[in-house]
């Protein structure tokens, strides 16, 4: 009588647990995954945004009422997204804006261009972007979070992904994905796949890793040639399988005043022509002296966004046996827009065999050279030519010497001494 008593009891509380909609207390998101309790947990955690989504979906012809109500059910939603990612709720809310642009994404009804899609783009996928943008410039390494982000962005465009979309993912995956992140790019079939063959070709364009010591952090690189504006950028080296790739960045020139002289854009608009003002007069007379180079050594210009990819130029890396130099490689293929064609733009630093064994410790001028292609514009043709310019090389950043010592002893060959 005793074991049927037992019997009943524990019948009762699994009962209990199953019609509570609650069987576990999961102290991590990695436990929901393992679970396989994801999209459960976020369509239970936010029912009535579901149901206003599935409302949304279903009908042609949306009305005021439905869009207001959709939209107040989604803010209750990002609401908990501010924690993201530190907490397991800011995790499931994540995904719940993923599933529910899934699902409108799936309707009959999406064309691209009625209330179903603009609520999509905007509503849903543009919070999305925002997160995995704020979480980039976090320049923290968590595979599971950043798995979550791709994987959620995966779901939420399907196949209805467009170019300014791939940039924002070019961003997100980053140079170095974490190996399940690139699994998951190789095995798209829409605009990861594109992701993946960009950083498989991008690797390539680096025939040789650069000299060791740049491995030791990230470098600032000025580009100056006459009768052009100057052109700044962040090299930042990283190790991929005991190989050496460089990414880099490129600065506006906004953005290398507000970091290297510690004027900040103003928000008031009254007073951004005085700022501009003070901007072009430091940049135009800008000289690397050791005041200035001190600056920007000091200086905390960002260098989380760095890749092979930036603002339509590919990193090359080419090694010149015979002159013995180094040479790094930004460059922009033809672009044409209608009847305007904008040639080749390749710009390079050159480095020399003293700069390739030693760093200088300070700043580093070396040769520079800029090969532009003929353009169009306007009908009329510019015939392209090359240009000798100096790069400026000096660190910025934390740099680490250990990173360099180990490449080196990993470089060094065995050596077995035989005391026979």
């Given amino acids: ?4 008593y037992y019997l009943a009891v524990m019948l009762f509380l699994m009962a209990l647990m199953v019609f509570s909609g609650c069987s576990k207390d999961y102290q991590s998101y990695d436990e929901l995954v393992r679970d396989g309790v994801v999209e459960s947990s976020a369509r239970k955690s936010y029912k009535k945004f579901f149901d206003a989504v599935d409302i949304l979906a279903q009908n042609a012809e949306t009305d005021s009422l439905q869009l207001k109500e959709v939209m107040t059910r989604t803010d209750d939603l990002i609401a908990d997204l501010r924690d993201f990612p530190t907490t397991v709720q800011s995790r499931i809310a994540l995904d719940g804006l993923s599933f529910a642009a899934a699902d409108l994404a799936a309707s009959p009804h999406f064309d691209g261009l009625n209330d179903i899609s603009f609520f999509w783009r905007n509503g849903l996928l543009t919070p999305l972007f925002m997160l995995g943008r704020r979480y980039v410039g976090m320049d923290m390494e968590n595979e599971s979070t950043i798995l979550q982000l791709v994987k959620a962005l995966q779901r939420s465009m399907a196949d209805k992904a467009s170019d300014d979309m791939l940039m924002e993912m070019i961003q997100l995956v980053g140079p170095k994905p974490p190996e399940s992140v690139f699994e998951v790019c190789r095995a798209d079939s829409f605009v990861f796949k594109k992701v993946f063959d960009l950083l498989v070709y991008s690797r390539s364009l680096q025939d040789i890793g650069p000299p060791v010591w740049m491995m030791s952090g990230p470098w600032f690189v000025a580009l100056v040639f006459e009768n052009s504006p100057m052109q700044f950028y962040a090299l930042k080296p990283i190790e991929i399988d005991d ?7 490129n600065y506006r020139p906004g953005v290398v005043y507000e970091h290297v002289f510690e004027d900040p854009a103003p928000k008031d608009t009254k007073e951004m022509d005085g700022w501009l003002e003070r901007a072009s007069a430091h940049l135009d007379t800008l000289r690397f002296d050791t005041d200035t180079v001190n600056r920007i050594i000091r200086s905390d210009l960002p260098t989380f966004d760095s890749h092979y990819y930036y603002d339509n130029y590919l990193l090359g890396a080419k090694a010149d046996t015979v002159k013995t130099e180094f040479r790094i490689i930004f460059k922009r293929e033809q672009v044409q827009d209608g009847y305007d064609v904008a ?5 390079e630093v050159i480095l020399s065999e003293k700069e ?15 090969i532009r292609g003929d353009s169009v514009v306007n009908g009329r043709l510019a015939h392209g030519k090359e240009e000798v310019g100096l790069a400026f090389l000096m660190p910025i950043g934390h740099h680490d010497e250990a990173i360099v010592d180990r490449i080196k002893r990993r470089m060094l060959p065995e050596i077995k001494v035989n005391t026979n």
């Fill in 1 to 4: 009588m005793r074991k049927v």
């Fill in 356 to 370: 390739v064994m030693s760093r200088a410790e300070f700043v580093t001028p070396m040769l520079a050279k800029r």
């Fill in 243 to 249: 190989s050496m790739f460089l990414t880099f960045r």
């Fill in 343 to 347: 040639g080749v733009d390749s710009l």
